[in-house]
């Protein structure tokens, strides 16, 4: 299977700790994208990074690729409870078709 | 640019009905891709479709599910004769391009339909 892994599945943390997530990835890519869902919504694009780039940053997101281990992180500083969703990362590669990893889901606590 | 729409937002029908599910891409965009996402799953390739062009539809089930992008009008994923397992997230995205090379710029995805079979 092609399909990506998201690491861990499942994450509960405290409202002003971080999160990081983790996704890995089986072939080339040329960019991989993370998104949100919460729970019964649409997906909602976080942030894009090629496959040239080795860290990207948006607010309270970073995010850092390394093409060698095939893998990336999404890291939420300060976490808030509103960040309680399912992040997907998502690349494309070998296919131009995106494929989605199963998903990390993120509580935030109050 | 109100981004890719997907209609209805919900959609119930009964066991032997069938469902359409409608996508509109982005403006500009002539690549779209139609996932499945089932209770408690990431999002599974269905088909991609160019305007009049089935381009790969290598993760559509063989029987009872078709797609059209016709060259005016909306993306329809067509169900025929749904029955209970068909009951998921229908989501719909888009791209400016769909090669290798140049599909840089990411795909944007629309709200999905979530179809309920009773």
């Known amino acids: 299977s092609q399909q990506g892994e998201e690491d861990p599945q499942a994450l509960s943390i405290q409202e002003g700790e971080n999160a990081t997530m983790n996704c890995s990835y089986k072939?080339?890519?040329?960019?991989l994208q993370w998104y949100r869902q919460n729970s019964g919504r649409g997906l909602v694009h976080l942030i894009l990074?090629?496959?040239?780039?080795r860290e990207k940053h948006s607010g309270r997101l970073r995010v850092t690729l390394d093409t060698s281990k095939k893998s990336s992180s999404l890291l939420i500083t300060a976490s808030r409870a509103a960040d309680t969703a399912s992040y997907f990362c998502?690349?494309?590669?070998?296919?131009?078709?995106?494929?989605f990893g199963r998903g990390t889901s993120l509580i935030v606590h109050p | 640019n109100a981004g890719v729409m997907q209609n209805p937002r919900h959609l119930v029908r009964r066991r032997g009905q069938e469902a359409r599910l409608r996508c509109s891409p982005m403006k500009g965009h002539s690549h779209v891709y139609w996932y499945r996402q089932l209770p408690e799953e990431g999002l599974k390739f269905m088909v991609y479709l160019q305007k009049e062009n089935i381009i790969d539809e290598s993760g559509m089930p063989k029987e009872r599910f078709s797609a059209e992008f016709p060259k005016e009008g909306p993306s329809i994923l067509r169900i025929q004769q749904v029955v209970r397992g068909d009951s998921a997230a229908y989501f719909c995205?888009?791209?400016?391009?769909?090669?290798?090379?140049?599909?840089?710029?990411?795909?944007?995805f629309g709200s999905g339909t979530r179809l309920t079979v009773v």
């Open positions: 998502s690349y494309t590669g070998g296919s131009y078709i995106p494929t």
């Open positions: 990074i090629r496959s040239n780039e």
């Open positions: 072939t080339s890519i040329n960019n």
């Open positions: 995205a888009s791209s400016l391009t769909g090669t290798e090379i140049g599909n840089v710029y990411g795909y944007t």
